[in-house]
């Protein structure tokens, strides 16, 4: 019953768990992010034509290795997940 009672409320516990609204406001940052984005490289791209993809590419590249470091961390830390659940029983 506390479960449920936890989950109704929506209050993690931990930094580990995530309410749909954080999902649903990661959405509405990224989409936001994407439209900044765009907003910017149409504003560049009047002035400076080729500066959009010098500057695209890096960004890019960033993310990219960014989202693979953060992938890697998530797998290292699903791995300890049942021995940490073991170690607190």
Not at 75 to 88: D, N, P, S, Y
Request: charged share 20%.
């Amino acid at each position: 019953m506390q479960q449920l009672i936890r989950r109704a409320r929506a209050q993690p516990a931990n930094w580990t768990e995530r309410t749909p609204a954080d999902g649903a406001l990661g959405r509405l940052r990224r989409r936001a992010s994407l439209l900044g984005l765009a907003g910017a490289c149409a504003v560049l791209a009047q002035y400076v034509w080729w500066a959009v993809p010098v500057l695209l590419v890096p960004g890019a590249v960033n993310q990219y290795l960014r989202n693979r470091q953060a992938n890697g961390f998530t797998a290292v830390w699903r791995k300890g997940v049942e021995h940490g659940l073991r170690a607190a029983a």
